[in-house]
DNA sequence: CAAAATTAAATTTTGTACAATTTAATTTTA
DNA sequence: TAAAATTAAATTGTACAAAATTTAATTTTG
């Protein structure tokens, strides 16, 4: 912050004017990266109980609610039918989960947790530990990475609401 | 930070167990959901300009360099060939760049900033502060994200060289 | 210096992502 | 209540993204 404020006094006593379309002051490109670079330490401990991230990411929330339609999931994960529906049918045809219409709305998918689906949690709870040792960082620079992404998440959730 | 303290004493004195099976405790998904939400915002600007978001990174870096090899950019841009190969084709079709096997090296292929390309710069310049609009958010906060994200991207570097 | 190792891209395969369209079901409303 | 509007998924098409393999060129080394 005192930093950026130093910068712009730097750049406005120099008649200079930050450059906006390089690299290095791009926001969003760190963001992508390290998105990136987060899911590639992922991988290799998601292997062993063979999901990917997006996949580990739909089974977290089943393992928190059970049950829910394919609309509420992607709305946890801000992820539209296009993505979940075939991640989805892979995760029935691994059966870990049910895939039914339903009854009361037939427009409606509920997604279930299936038995196979929650003996996993059992072998995933080991996964958070074991990324934090493949990434280096502290509990606390990763709660404080959490929280300040959060912020500016539900800040841009906000706008476009 | 102090939260977090906060919240640790709190489970501490609860006896209770930070459950890192859920969603909202994991950090890498709002880094994961944050980029997706941040290229969607890049997408109506950069449809300005026919460039995807990818497309459009590549292209800030010929800006500054002109001419780079596919390896570079890759370094760059923490993308290897199987992602760049496709892309690179694309923007060569789209007349912004053209790829040249180097004399020296045959195996180095060169990419570099074609006149059409270079004209795009002034273009482009407007993408930033569109950017920064759609976004909603300061220039402070967008400089402090980047700050923020770029110490933890430096980390994970580290520990992976 | 020739075989072995390394390097740089390209290719292939699998898996997201998302926009746009389609289909089927449900709600709203004239 | 039937047509119009809305909604939820699925589908289609385009574009990454990364692992693994292949190809071709260059270096290293016995």
Redesign the interface.
Known sequence: ?Y??ILYNVYLLFNQKQMD????E???????????????A??KPILDGIDLT?PQY?VM??L??HQELSVKEIGE???LDSGTLTPLLKKLENKQLISRTRSTADERVLMIRLSKNGATL?KK??S???S?KCS???SI???????????I??N??KQ?NK
Chains 1, 2 share one sequence.
């Open positions: 912050m930093n950026l906006y379309l390089k690299l002051n791009q926001a969003c490109f760190p963001v992508y990266a390290l998105s990136r670079v987060l899911t330490h992922y991230y990411l977290l929330i393992w928190e946890k994960l801000l949690k995933a709870v996964v958070p530990e990324f990434l280096g960082l606390e620079e990763m709660g404080a990475l959490r929280d300040t992404i959060n500016i998440l800040r841009t706008i």
